[in-house]
């Protein structure tokens, strides 16, 4: 069992549609990032958050911070073929030390 | 702009066989942690370090030791491969854990056979 939770696994949609990915714990964390990978390629930070309740918005994609600091959500608008990838949520532990762990990431393809 | 070099790329090995992955970075962070990814599992911690001299155990440490001599480099040693350990090996490195950007390698594809 993982400490952060993503959902769904996989997502497939149509170019132009909206999709929202979730990343949900019980326990409470200091920051949360959302972490973008390519096939072949290592992560790329797409933002962090470290304020409950925080919205950031990066283009056509936003992102939430749950107020309890224990969940966070990715929104995408009109998503574009170039939006494929594998979204992976990071999250630093509230008081543990650390360790930066990562949820089981969400498969995204979208088609033309 | 090198970043975070992680060598070798690509690896075969035997089970019992012993091997260090490499991870040197060149931004001067502090922060540097080594990954495993196997398929639908996302990343998994196995060890980190917050500074030369430091290391701690992540969420899978069993298999696998680091050490850290120098800010630059983290290698990973496995000491006595098994299958269980085929994955891709990544090394990331930050300023701090958590609120700052990790640095990825690209990876090294591991295979034990």
């Known amino acids: 069992t993982q400490l952060l939770e993503q959902s769904p696994q996989f997502l497939s949609i149509q170019e132009g549609e909206n999709l929202t990915v979730y990343c949900n714990s019980s326990s409470v964390f200091s920051s949360l990032q959302w972490y973008r990978q390519e096939p072949g390629e290592g992560p790329v930070l797409l933002v962090t958050v470290v304020t409950g309740g925080e919205v950031k918005k990066l283009k056509r994609l936003t992102f939430q911070f749950g107020d309890a600091r224990k969940d966070s959500s990715l929104h995408i608008t009109a998503a574009q073929p170039g939006d494929t990838g594998l979204y992976l949520c990071a999250g630093l532990l509230l008081n543990a030390g650390n360790m930066l762990t990562f949820g089981g990431g969400t498969r995204l393809m979208v088609k033309p | 702009n090198a970043g975070v070099t992680q060598t070798p790329k690509f690896q075969v090995l035997k089970t019992g066989q012993s091997m260090t992955l490499q991870c040197a970075q060149d931004m001067n962070h502090e922060y540097m942690s080594w990954y495993r990814q196997d398929p639908g599992m996302g990343l998994r911690l196995i060890h980190y370090s917050v500074g030369a001299g430091i290391t701690d155990q992540g969420e899978v440490p069993n298999g696998y030791n680091v050490s850290r001599s120098t800010t630059e480099d983290f290698p990973l040693r496995l000491l006595s491969a098994a299958p269980s350990q085929t994955s891709v090996y990544f090394c990331?490195?930050?300023?701090?854990?958590?609120?700052?950007?990790?640095?990825f390698g690209q990876g090294t594809r591991l295979t034990v056979v």
């Open positions: 990331a490195s930050s300023y701090v854990a958590g609120n700052t950007e990790a640095f």
